[in-house]
């Protein structure tokens, strides 16, 4: 199960921390991804990471801004969002797959319906 938080509402400019808690599986070897999608687009990867070893991925759009990272004492995964722009206005979700390493857990290497849990979503809104 996965439960994300840490949305709301902020200015351009502005900074979010959204926490995605991690329960019911085995918070390593898996890929763990950020998605967001906002109102007519499609659902984007913005940032992945490979909890085995701890390598990151990162969207274009985001690349500098956004940090994810993971407590693996707490089993929680966070993205750090920095400089926000109200193109990042979106509902922002994490999923989880288990994974090898194999393919890569990068933002395009596996899509949203290979993660076999996914979060109810937590909005943030940029103006």
């Known amino acids: 199960q996965l439960v994300e938080s840490g949305g709301g509402s902020v200015q351009t400019g502005g900074s979010l921390r959204l926490s995605c808690a991690v329960s019911s599986v085995t918070f390593s070897s898996y890929c763990i991804s950020w998605f967001r999608q906002s109102t007519g687009k499609e659902r984007e990867g913005v940032a992945a990471?490979?909890?085995?070893?701890?390598?990151?991925y990162y969207g274009d759009s985001v690349k500098g801004r956004f940090t994810i990272s993971q407590d693996t004492a707490k089993s929680t995964l966070t993205l750090q969002m920095n400089n926000l722009k109200p193109e990042d206005t979106a509902m922002y979700y994490c999923a989880a797959v288990g994974s090898s390493g194999w393919p890569p857990c990068t933002v395009s290497t596996i899509p949203w319906d290979e993660y076999n849990f996914r979060g109810q979503g937590t909005q943030v809104t940029v103006s």
């Open positions: 990471i490979y909890t085995g070893v701890g390598s990151t």
